[in-house]
C-alpha cells in the first residue's frame, strides 16, 4: 500500500446558480489519475473573485500539484500527456454512432418481432432507421445543411430548393420504409431518386474533381470528410429501394 498518495489541491466554483462543469472534470480526471483531492469549493462570486485576484488568475477551475500551480482543465490534460481533441479535425464519429445505433436499434427491433436477432427485415430496418436518424441532424440545422450540400450536389446547383427538400425526401422515405407495406410505391422511388443522384454527386466531386469537401450527411458544421461516408449512405439508399422493389414485383407475380 502506498503510504504517500499522491495529493492534489482543486479550486472550482460551485454555486446555487453554477457548477463548473470543468471543475468536474478536472476532480473526475485527478481521481483517475490516483490523486488525493483536497476539493476546494469556491460558493460565492466573491470568493471566485477573491481567489483570482489572490492567484493572479483569470479564470477557474485551478489545480495544483506538490504546491506547483498546473492550471485550468485544458492545463490538467496536457500536464497527464493527453491530447484534447480538436474540433475542427476531420472525424468519423459522428458517422460511427448513427450507424452503430441504427444497427442495434434494428436488430433489437427484429428480435422483438420475430425472436431472431438477423434477418431480412433487421436489413431493412437498419437502412431505413439510419436514414431517419441522418435526416435528423440535417433537419437541425436545415439552413446549415443547405450551404454545405449546395457545395458539391449537382442537382442543387441546377435547382437550389432541392436542398431543403432532400432531408424531408430522407425521412419521409425511412418512416415509410419502417411502415412495411404502407406506401412502397412513393418510398421506393423517392429512396431511388436521393441516394442515384447523391452518389453520382459524390462520384463527381470527389473522384473526377478530386475535390477536398466536408460531407453534409450528418448535418451542418459537419466534419465528416466527404467521400466513402457519404457514397455509402447513397448507395445503402439505391441498394435497399431495388431490393424492396423486387420484393413488390415477386409478391405481385405470386399473386397474380
Known sequence: MNAHPRRAALYRMVTDKHVCPYGLKSLGLLRHEGFKVQDHLLTTREEVDAFKQQQRVESTPQTFINGRRIGGYEDLLKYFGKRKRDPAAP????????????AAMAFAANWAATGELFSDFAVRWF????????????LRDLDGFATM????DLLARHWVSYAWVYPFAEAFAGVLMLAGGALQWLAIPVALFIGTVGAVSVIYAVYVQKRELKCACTGANSNVPLGFVSLTENLLMIGIALW?????????????
Request: some cysteine.
Open 91 to 102: 472525424t468519423y464519429r459522428p458517422v460511427i454512432v448513427i450507424f452503430g445505433m441504427a
Open 127 to 138: 437502412v431505413a432507421l439510419a436514414m431517419c436518424l441522418l435526416a435528423v441532424q440535417k
Open 149 to 152: 450540400f449546395l457545395g458539391y
Open 244 to 256: 424492396m422493389l423486387s420484393a413488390a414485383v415477386d409478391i405481385r407475380g405470386q399473386t397474380v
